[in-house]
């Protein structure tokens, strides 16, 4: 049975990739492939905030009856990543690196110490948890990345 910890961190490390991506693009001022890579690290990121607060937090919070404590912070970090993704936006939107830049290290700090909160305590407290249990978390996360596809493709037709 695959941990939920190496889904996980593997959704990490493809946001973080997409991230470096775009702050390569920014720094040679490729301006159309920065909104392009933008917008994928903005679904990718979307795909995954969703993946946690719609299945693994309920799941976790249903088998320890509390939704304070780490679930509570977590989602309070996913509203201060969408704010700043926003922001990267606008700076990316007005062809303003240096916006941008100061954007783009507050976020990377900022995903930095999440992530590392997350694969350090949380998701190793879900595998021990909801252990059993991790073949149908993984189907449900999978299933939101299917309807964000969905989502995705119906708002290019």
């Given at each position: ?82 704010a700043i993704v926003s922001r990267l936006n606008n700076a990316v939107e007005q062809h303003d690196a240096n916006d941008f830049f100061g954007h783009a290290d507050i976020l990377r700090i900022m995903l930095e110490q999440h ?43």
């Amino acid at each position: 049975m695959r941990p939920i910890f190496a889904y996980m961190e593997t959704d990490h490390k493809r946001c973080n990739t997409l991230f470096a991506q775009l702050v390569a693009r920014i720094e040679a001022r490729e301006w159309e492939p920065a909104e392009a890579t933008l917008k994928r690290l903005g679904q990718a990121l979307a795909t995954h905030l969703a993946r946690e607060e719609d299945v693994l937090f309920p799941a976790f919070e249903l088998a320890t009856g509390s939704r304070t404590g780490p679930t509570k912070v977590m989602r309070l970090e996913h509203k201060y990543v969408r704010a700043i993704v926003s922001r990267l936006n606008n700076a990316v939107e007005q062809h303003d690196a240096n916006d941008f830049f100061g954007h783009a290290d507050i976020l990377r700090i900022m995903l930095e110490q999440h992530h590392l909160k997350e694969e350090t305590i949380l998701y190793v407290m879900i595998d021990r948890i909801l252990s059993g249990q991790q073949g149908e978390i993984i189907d449900a996360m999978d299933a939101v990345d299917a309807i964000n596809a969905l989502n995705i493709i119906n708002s290019i037709e």
